[in-house]
């Protein structure tokens, strides 16, 4: 009855293994409880493993973890909570215990969610403070306002109290065991694995949920990323993301991680892939990345339109773009760019401008989404809902109808590029196989990562790395590593 059961919900193929739980299960266990995993992603049959586990097991506590509550692709609009409903009616059918969700995908709707699962307690926000905090309050019958970042019923006015957070220090961290879960089997199955080198970014993107569900910036010391990065190369997890929101914001940082890689004798060990702001992009730091294991980067581009950067709070330009293309060329390391097209004021002749912009700075591919996520505390979700009900908007597709908190999938798709704006844009990028292009009616290509046969095989025939860079090497015929 001291134990924690952490619980992973996400079922997506390729499966990507869920980070979170080996920061959770190692606060926890040097906080003094005994922790127990139900990796659902890695099993046939939920139900029959949870059935499992509480015919003994006991928990003081269920903490979920809600990484994705839909996979924020137009073409698909996979709504997970869905899902993860029938996995936690189940749990709390067979269990008495207290169940907690929390993560970067729950931080985004956290009140939301615990009325859509029906639920009453989560954690805005990190958890590595808050997680066992809340189990030593559940131990000791304590005071649930001790807890930082917890989202509960308030029983006066029958609504939620959400108690502030206490940010995590990561400045004094040192590499993770990474030995809560299977780790191994994740890099098998779905190619590569994450790493943090920080937590937070400084930019607030118009459209961006990440800074939602994180408090501020903190980064690791760049000798401990490195000292984790050998310690899952030894185990031969040699193929890595990094699962920074900008790997080179701010680019010190960045370039302080590739130098103690390097120092660590570990460039020539792993391959590691980031997503990276466009700018700054100098030729110092492309070198380190090149010796240091880089693989390929992924560069949120969003368009190549200036008035539409603009628009989408970026603080970039073409220009900038033009100029990381060759920084990358320059030094041989292999580069996205990923495109958000659709956002308000995007016109035929914007998308026309940033096509053309890509053909011409040619990066290895260009992953094209068309149709902007509006979430809830962004500048463009909070626009939408300002603007009245999102059945009346003509910008607002998807589920329009009784989703005033935006939870369900909705997407901005801009009313001037007209009814036929996905033939027009498939037009536009015509066969150039550079472009990762799916739209709804030109049916069998898949771009999404979630439930993609074509990498789940890949990945089985040998393949490691990025998904989009698996996809470039398929299609290249240029072999698994
Ligand atoms: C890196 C990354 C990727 C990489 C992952 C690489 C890898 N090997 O790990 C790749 C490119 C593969 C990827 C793919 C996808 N991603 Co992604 N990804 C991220 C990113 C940048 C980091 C995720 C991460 O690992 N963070 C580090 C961990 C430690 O943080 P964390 O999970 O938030 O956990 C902390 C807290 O949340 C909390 N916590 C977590 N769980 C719990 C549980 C409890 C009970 C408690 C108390 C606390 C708690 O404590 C943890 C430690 O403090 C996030 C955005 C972001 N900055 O967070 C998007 C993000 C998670 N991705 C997202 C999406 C949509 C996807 C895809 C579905 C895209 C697609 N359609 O293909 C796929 C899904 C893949 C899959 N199988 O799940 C969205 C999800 C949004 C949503 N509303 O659902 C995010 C938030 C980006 C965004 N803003 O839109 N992704």
């Known amino acids: 009855m001291n134990s924690v059961l952490l619980v992973n919900p996400n079922r997506m193929r390729p499966p990507i293994a869920p980070l979170a739980l080996d920061y959770l299960g190692e606060a926890l266990r040097r906080s003094g409880f005994d922790v127990d995993v139900l990796d659902l992603c890695l099993t046939e049959d939920p139900a029959a493993v949870i059935d499992r586990y509480f015919a003994s097991g006991d928990p003081l506590l269920v903490a979920v973890t809600i990484r994705n509550t839909d996979d924020v692709y137009y073409v698909s609009q996979d709504f997970c909570l869905e899902k993860y409903r029938e996995i936690i009616s189940h749990v709390c059918r067979v269990s008495d215990a207290p169940v907690v969700l929390g993560g970067c995908g729950y931080s985004i709707f956290p009140e939301a969610i615990l009325d859509y699962f029906d639920l009453n307690l989560g954690v805005w926000g990190e958890g590595e403070i808050a997680l066992p905090a809340l189990a030593r309050q559940i131990a000791t019958h304590g005071d649930l306002s001790e807890v930082p970042g917890l989202v509960y019923s308030a029983k006066r006015s029958g609504g939620f109290c959400r108690n502030p957070p206490v940010p995590v220090d990561l400045s004094r961290s040192g590499p993770l065991p990474r030995d809560t879960v299977d780790n191994e089997r994740y890099f098998r199955e779905g190619g590569q694995l994450g790493v943090e080198t920080k937590r937070g970014c400084p930019n607030r993107c118009a459209y961006c949920a990440d800074p939602l569900g994180k408090a501020g910036l903190s980064l690791r010391p760049p000798a401990a990323v490195a000292a984790e990065i050998a310690g899952l190369a030894d185990r031969g997890i040699d193929h890595l993301h990094f699962c920074d929101s900008e790997f080179n914001l701010p680019a010190a940082h960045a370039a302080g991680v590739c130098s103690e890689i390097i120092n660590l004798g570990q460039g020539d060990r792993v391959r590691w892939y980031a997503y990276c702001s466009p700018a700054p992009f100098t030729d110092e730091l492309a070198a380190l990345c090149a010796t240091a294991g880089c693989a390929g980067l992924n560069f949120g581009a969003d368009s190549g339109s200036d008035a539409m950067l603009r628009q989408l709070g970026r603080d970039f330009t073409r220009e900038d773009l033009a100029r990381t293309a060759e920084t990358c060329r320059r030094h041989g ?137 698996i996809l470039r090497r398929l299609k290249e015929g240029s072999g698994g590593s």
């Open 333 to 469: 390391i292999v580069f996205m760019y990923d495109l958000l097209l659709g956002g308000p004021g995007e016109t035929r002749d914007s998308l026309k401008e940033t096509v053309d912009l890509m053909k011409r700075l040619s990066p290895d591919r260009v992953g094209v989404s068309l149709g902007v996520r509006l979430f809830p505390g962004t500048r463009l979700g909070d626009r939408a809902l300002a603007e009245g009900p999102l059945a009346a908007n003509p910008g607002v597709r998807g589920k329009v109808s009784a989703n005033s908190k935006l939870l369900a999938p909705v997407f901005y798709l801009s009313p001037e590029l007209g009814w036929d704006a996905e033939a027009y844009l498939a037009g536009l990028i015509g066969a150039d196989e550079r472009f990762f292009f799916a739209s709804r009616e030109a049916g069998e290509a898949n771009y999404n990562y979630n439930d993609n046969s074509v990498l789940v095989q890949a990945i089985k025939d040998g393949y490691r790395g990025a998904y989009w860079d």
